[in-house]
């Protein structure tokens, strides 16, 4: 698909992995309009972008939000479903007795952030895609974490929910010209990755990329151009991690 | 019937021609549901050079209904 003079939808994309997704298709000539739940980081996008202040977990919400998007910006022909949120927490903390499992509200509430939304974004997209028998691209952001990382049972879970929905949708909607792919970024040197590891861990990453290096966010908004742009890739899920899962 | 129209309903459904007939409809076709309705849009409108709207895919649930909806596209089913 021809990512110049196309509506993209970029969710969570007002800051790190989703920011450069959205600018990176904003200099091909997309026509980016990002949601976001951050109001403060929403106002200091630069101006081509358009903005949409959204809880990407509530589907009436969601609906109005491409409704009026769409009325806004014209149909929307690429949705990047980013937003979401790292979330670690062991399934045994041996060193709490009192709480020693793994929460199962906090379980709940990762799995609803990060593949409830991508659901409730992608019906509410593709919905209108079919009724106005537009061909489309969905672009789902997964995580190396989807193949199982210890401390991370439901963000893990989340992640390989969201590419199996990812196949389901590319065989189920590309006979309608709607392609679905994935994109699984490794260890990109964003804020959230320097918070959630630390000087040691990510020595011990870099020792075991091929690449010898930390991804930047850059590498994954060119994955996410390169299956937007290539109208025979789909339903695949491209890891974008230096090689370090071969 | 139309040749290209029983070839095409035949091989959506993967039916012989010979069971194409006007008076078949999706409650008769075990395997005709939402998916199979698609490839079957898809497959009219390459054969036929068409392009069907959301209205006409919903009526489109008997072998008769698509060729009204086909003759209201223009289509010549004559053979």
């Given at each position: 698909?021809?990512?110049?003079?196309?509506?993209?939808?970029?969710?969570?994309?007002?800051?790190?992995?989703?920011?450069?997704?959205?600018?990176?298709?904003?200099?091909?000539?997309?026509?980016?309009?990002?949601?976001?739940?951050?109001?403060?980081?929403?106002?200091?996008?630069?101006?081509?972008?358009?903005?949409?202040?959204?809880?990407?977990?509530?589907?009436?919400?969601?609906?109005?939000?491409?409704?009026?998007?769409?009325?806004?910006?014209?149909?929307?022909?690429?949705?990047?479903?980013?937003?979401?949120?790292?979330?670690?927490?062991?399934?045994?903390?041996?060193?709490?007795?009192?709480?020693?499992?793994?929460?199962?509200?906090?379980?709940?509430?990762?799995?609803?952030?990060?593949?409830?939304?991508v659901f409730?974004?992608?019906?509410?997209?593709?919905?209108?895609?079919?009724?106005?028998?537009?061909?489309?691209?969905?672009?789902?952001?997964?995580?190396?974490?989807?193949?199982?990382?210890?401390?991370?049972?439901?963000?893990?879970?989340?992640?390989?929910?969201?590419?199996?929905?990812?196949?389901?949708?590319?065989?189920?909607?590309?006979?309608?010209?709607?392609?679905?792919?994935?994109?699984?970024?490794?260890?990109?040197?964003?804020?959230?990755?320097?918070?959630?590891?630390?000087?040691?861990?990510?020595?011990?990453?870099?020792?075991?990329?091929?690449?010898?290096?930390?991804?930047?966010?850059?590498?994954?908004?060119?994955a996410v151009?390169?299956?937007?742009?290539?109208?025979?890739?789909?339903?695949?899920?491209?890891?974008?991690?230096?090689?370090?899962?071969? | 019937?139309?040749?290209?129209?029983?070839?095409?309903?035949?091989?959506?459904?993967?039916?012989?021609?010979?069971?194409?007939?006007?008076?078949?409809?999706?409650?008769?076709?075990?395997?005709?549901?939402?998916?199979?309705?698609?490839?079957?849009?898809?497959?009219?409108?390459?054969?036929?050079?068409?392009?069907?709207?959301i209205p006409?895919?919903?009526?489109?649930?008997?072998?008769?209904?698509?060729?009204?909806?086909?003759?209201?596209?223009?289509?010549?089913?004559?053979?």
């Amino acid at each position: 698909m021809k990512i110049d003079g196309t509506v993209a939808l970029i969710t969570g994309g007002a800051k790190g992995l989703g920011l450069a997704i959205a600018t990176h298709l904003t200099e091909l000539g997309a026509k980016v309009v990002v949601a976001d739940r951050d109001a403060e980081a929403l106002a200091a996008l630069p101006a081509p972008m358009g903005r949409y202040q959204l809880d990407v977990t509530r589907p009436e919400e969601v609906r109005t939000a491409v409704t009026e998007i769409t009325k806004q910006f014209g149909n929307i022909g690429i949705l990047v479903n980013n937003a979401g949120v790292i979330f670690s927490e062991p399934f045994v903390n041996i060193m709490n007795p009192a709480g020693m499992m793994h929460d199962y509200h906090r379980f709940r509430d990762s799995i609803t952030v990060n593949m409830d939304s991508v659901f409730i974004m992608t019906a509410a997209v593709v919905e209108k895609m079919v009724m106005t028998r537009m061909k489309g691209v969905i672009v789902n952001i997964s995580s190396i974490s989807a193949c199982g990382n210890e401390g991370q049972t439901a963000y893990s879970a989340a992640k390989a929910g969201v590419n199996a929905m990812t196949v389901t949708w590319s065989k189920e909607l590309g006979r309608l010209g709607i392609r679905c792919n994935a994109i699984a970024p490794g260890f990109i040197g964003t804020e959230s990755t320097h918070q959630a590891l630390n000087a040691s861990a990510i020595k011990h990453i870099k020792e075991n990329t091929p690449l010898r290096r930390l991804g930047e966010a850059v590498d994954v908004a060119k994955a996410v151009a390169s299956v937007i742009e290539n109208d025979f890739i789909n339903g695949i899920v491209l890891d974008v991690n230096g090689g370090l899962t071969i | 019937m139309n040749k290209r129209l029983i070839a095409c309903l035949a091989d959506v459904f993967g039916l012989r021609e010979s069971e194409i007939h006007p008076d078949l409809k999706k409650e008769n076709v075990d395997n005709w549901d939402s998916l199979k309705q698609m490839d079957l849009v898809l497959s009219l409108e390459r054969e036929f050079d068409i392009a069907l709207e959301i209205p006409d895919i919903l009526r489109m649930t008997t072998v008769a209904n698509i060729v009204d909806v086909l003759k209201e596209k223009g289509v010549d089913l004559e053979d």
